[in-house]
């Protein structure tokens, strides 16, 4: 599913010969456009811990979030065949469902885990439109996860204990759009990045953790030309797979948010 919705948007991509929404049209000449935009994206976030227990070896627990909405609000700048972005997602509160492990200098018997996470992410690229559709970009993206967990034995509860996983690195993509009839666009974009990883409290890895990142979006856009405004629809799909070092060899991590998101953007 990850490979086909993003062999998708990269098809789209490479469609992309109409008019862009926002302000993405490559024949600005020495006009400075600016662009004010805010998404909403409604996802849901599979995330994973890792266990060193002395009782049951090492191992990577995965779980899901319920449904949450993140705003992502969005400041953009083009000159000529130029674009410099940023964006930021404040952080967002996600819960997750409880699972079962266990856990180190306890019985082999499972124990319940309750968990929580704040996270926040920024991304700032410059672009550059080899076609008045289609660009390039360079970027930076950092991705900030702060996770509560609690866990439970018999009728015991833990006092909850807290960490931080920040990941970042450098990111490099492809944005553009088509038209389809009238003001309606399709458009898509693709980033791919390598991520440094690292932990606080630190965690004692035979190895530094490294990361690979992976995003798509793809969707509709409708541009209201008299009002210098734009909407957009459509899914996003955000993948980070982290090479962890546990004592019994390297394993991966896999960290996948997704959802449907909605987005509006002005520009002058």
């Known amino acids: ?60 627990v995965t779980f899901d979030s319920t449904s949450t909405v993140a705003l992502i609000p969005s400041l953009s700048l083009k000159y000529g065949n ?8 404040p952080e967002t509160s996600y819960t997750f469902t409880d699972y079962s492990d266990a856990y180190p200098g306890t019985s082999a018997s499972p124990v319940r885990f309750m968990n929580t996470a704040k996270r926040s992410e920024l991304d700032t690229n410059v672009a550059y439109y080899i076609i008045p559709n289609l660009a390039v970009s360079v970027g930076y993206k950092q991705v900030v996860q702060k996770y509560t967990n609690t866990y439970k034995i018999g009728a015991v509860v833990s006092t ?6 920040t990941m970042g690195g450098l990111t490099f993509g492809l ?15 693709f980033a791919y990045g390598a991520m440094d ?8 890895s035979p190895s530094a953790d490294t990361a690979t990142y992976y995003s798509s979006e793809l969707g509709l856009a409708y541009k209201l030309s008299d ?6 629809f459509g899914y996003r799909s955000q993948i980070i797979d982290t090479k962890v070092g546990l004592s019994a060899g390297t394993t991966m ?4 948010t997704k959802g449907f998101i909605l987005g509006a953007n002005l520009f002058f």
């Open 1 to 60: 599913m990850k490979k086909l919705f993003f062999a998708i948007t990269l098809s789209v991509l490479m469609l992309a010969s109409g008019s862009k929404v926002a302000f993405a049209d490559g024949d600005s000449g020495d006009k400075l456009l600016f662009n004010i935009g805010a998404k909403a994206w409604a996802n849901t976030w599979t995330t994973g811990n890792f266990n060193e227990s002395s009782t049951v070896g090492s191992n990577i």
């Open 82 to 89: 130029w674009a410099l972005s940023t964006g930021y997602m």
């Open 160 to 165: 909850p204990s807290s960490s931080t996983t």
């Open 175 to 189: 944005m553009g759009s088509a038209a389809i009839a009238g003001q309606w666009n399709i458009y898509g974009n």
């Open 197 to 204: 990883v690292s932990y606080s409290p630190t965690f004692t």
């Open 227 to 232: 009002f210098g405004a734009a909407f957009t």
């Open 253 to 256: 991590a896999p960290d996948v």
